[in-house]
Structure formats: C-alpha cells, structure tokens
Nanobody, 115 residues
Framework: QVQLVESGGGSVQPGGSLRLSCAASGSIFRFYDMGWYRQAPGKQRELVAV???????NYADSVKGRFTISRDNAKNTVDLQMNNLKPEDTAVYYC?????????WGQGTQVTVSS
C-alpha cells in the first residue's frame, strides 16, 4: 500500500523558517511528480510547489523566493524549505505524489505562523 507521511510542521513567528519532509513508501516504482499543497480554513486546497518527473519545478506565486522544494529520488522523499514565513502561510500542508498515473496524498501537517 502506497503511503506518504509528512513531518516537520509546527508553529513559528512571522519571518521564521520551517522545513517539511515527506517520505513515500509502498511503491516499487519511482514517483513521477512529487510536491506540496496546502489548505487554509475556508479555502480550497492549492498548489504550493511541485517537482515534475520530467524535470523542472513549479511554485505558487505567493511563495516564490521564500520556499524551496527538493527531492531525493533514491529515497522517494520530498522536502519543502520555508523561509520568511508569513501569517498567510498558515494552513495544513499536504504531500502529494503521482506514480503510474495514480495520485496519493499524505495526512497533512499543520503550519501556523503567528506572533
């Protein structure tokens, strides 16, 4: 059974940093796309950043220059380094992966940015 497990969420003051990690397991195939989405209360889930299997990365405009996504294909992990966090970054962050055209989601990890 394919599983994505996130870690690294928490609470931080504005301007602070957090690093989210996601470990994929249960698949003998390498994940194609791997990335992060987030959902704030009362809002739709939105893309934060994704590393495409064919190469290249996409970021939401709101996080460009502040967040960096990276992955280790050998370990099937994807990380999100978040710097200069703002209150509007507060949300539940979900790891997302695609393998053999099937989509998988982690359980989510809370990130709260508040003074």
């Amino acid at each position: 059974q394919v599983q994505l497990v996130e870690s690294g969420g928490g609470s931080v003051q504005p301007g602070g940093s957090l690093r989210l990690s996601c470990a994929a397991s249960g698949s003998i195939f390498r994940f194609y796309d791997m990335g992060w989405y987030r959902q704030a209360p009362g809002k739709q889930r939105e893309l934060v950043a994704v590393l495409k299997g064919g190469g290249g990365a996409n970021y939401a405009d709101s996080v460009k220059g502040r967040f960096t996504i990276s992955r280790d294909n050998a370990k099937n992990t994807v990380d999100l380094q978040m710097n200069n966090l703002k209150p509007e970054d507060t949300a539940v962050y979900y790891c997302h992966g695609v393998v053999l055209r099937a989509h998988y989601w982690g359980q989510g990890t809370q990130v709260t940015v508040s003074s």
